[in-house]
């Protein structure tokens, strides 16, 4: 089972206490070595040394905090298509701008 939230410390201390919480993992904001392996992982099938750091760079160019859930969805989109994924980079911004401003559900 997994359990997520925002404000760990407004849950019941019984909810989180060693024997019913084994492991509790943070999330942050992605860095370079995981989404390198984001970048790969998505594009085994046709994956191309060396386009994981133009991702990257492209990535940086945003000038956002990118979670790794914000990087999957997008991935996802253009799984084992690199190339329409770096020409389109620019939709990451548009999908964390859709969050920042209030859409709870980036899905919408």
């Known amino acids: 089972v997994i359990a997520t939230t925002n404000h760990?410390?407004?849950l019941d201390p019984a909810l989180i206490r060693t024997g019913r919480v084994?492991?509790?993992v943070n999330?942050?904001?992605?860095?370079k070595p995981e989404i390198f392996e984001m970048w790969?992982?998505?594009m085994e099938h046709d994956y191309e040394e060396g386009s994981e750091n133009k991702f990257y760079?492209?990535?940086k160019s945003l000038k956002i905090n990118i979670t790794p859930s914000l990087l999957q969805q997008y991935l996802f989109k253009y799984l084992?298509?690199?190339q329409k994924a770096l020409d389109n980079h620019?939709?990451?911004?548009d999908m964390y701008d859709k969050v920042?401003?209030?859409?709870?559900?980036m899905y919408s």
């Open 8 to 10: 760990i410390d407004k």
């Open 57 to 59: 760079d492209l990535t």
């Open 100 to 105: 920042v401003k209030g859409q709870k559900n």
């Open 40 to 42: 790969k992982k998505f």
């Open 27 to 31: 999330l942050t904001y992605m860095k």
């Open 90 to 93: 620019l939709e990451i911004k």
């Open 22 to 24: 084994d492991r509790v």
């Open 80 to 82: 084992d298509q690199p």
